[in-house]
């Protein structure tokens, strides 16, 4: 078995195994084929720039990254969003993070009330990766923007969104397979939910990435996460050596 299907195989199993059960779980996206069910909307123009950004969302080797090509000034952001999915009560999004091109992007999931109207922040929250290695949360309750809530510098392996209640969201990482909830969001408009991806804030040319393995999946018991978690990466690590 080649490496990049090693490491499918383990961060599949890994996060099935953040369900109830392995058949509760259903990855969404492996990133293997192309973006055809996503839109790409930009929701910032933070100065009004006239030239917007050359950028593009793609998959390189088996995952997600944004690539802004042309930069002039300011701030853009952007969300990668599907509606064929959505986040239901007691259900989480997750996502795998690579530390790797650390360009001057920010990168992470979103969940929000449908496909945005471009160059409009409205009805959404976020989790996202800076480049320096530190984690923030955002989002906006109807058009009132959120309190940025974070974390120091920290190595997560997982990203995820969470809804505990239809008007609750909790926004975390895992790491090592201990599930870290960084803040809970109340929002008015419970139609969050019914659009889900990916969230980039760009402020400079590069490539920033990557993301890998979307998933939906039952928020798991506090007690049985982390096990459930090690286990599943150790019939991986069977599987390796059979």
């Known amino acids: 078995m080649n490496t990049i299907m090693n490491k499918k195989l383990i961060v599949t199993l890994s996060k099935l195994a953040l369900g109830t059960g392995l ?16 839109t790409a909307t930009r929701i910032l123009n933070s100065d009004n720039h006239a030239t917007p950004y050359t950028y593009s969302w793609e998959i390189n080797n088996g995952s997600l990254r944004i690539n802004t090509s042309v930069f002039t000034s300011g701030v853009e952001q952007y969300a990668l969003t599907r509606t ?13 993070y690579s530390h790797a091109n650390l360009g001057s992007q920010d990168i992470g999931l979103y969940v929000g009330a449908g496909t945005p109207t471009p160059d409009v922040r409205a009805d959404y929250v976020n989790i996202y990766m800076r480049n320096n290695g530190q984690l923030f ?14 974390v120091g510098t920290v190595t997560p392996d997982t990203l995820f969104i969470a809804r505990p209640a239809t008007d609750t969201f909790e926004l975390g990482y895992y790491l090592g397979g201990v599930r870290n909830v960084v803040t809970t969001r109340t929002v008015a408009n419970t139609a969050i939910g019914n659009a889900i991806g990916f969230y980039a804030d760009v402020r400079a040319a590069g490539i920033r990435g990557s993301l890998d393995n979307l998933t939906l999946a039952p928020i798991p018991e ?19 050596r059979a």
């Open 137 to 150: 949360s955002r989002g906006f309750n109807g058009t009132s923007e959120f309190a940025l809530a974070g």
């Open 222 to 240: 506090p007690a049985t996460a982390a096990l459930l978690v090690l286990g599943a990466l150790g019939l991986a690590a069977h599987r390796r």
């Open 23 to 38: 058949a509760t779980a259903q990855l969404l996206d492996s990133f293997s084929g192309d973006l055809s069910a996503y």
């Open 84 to 96: 064929d999915f959505s986040l239901g009560v007691g259900y989480q999004l997750l996502a795998d």
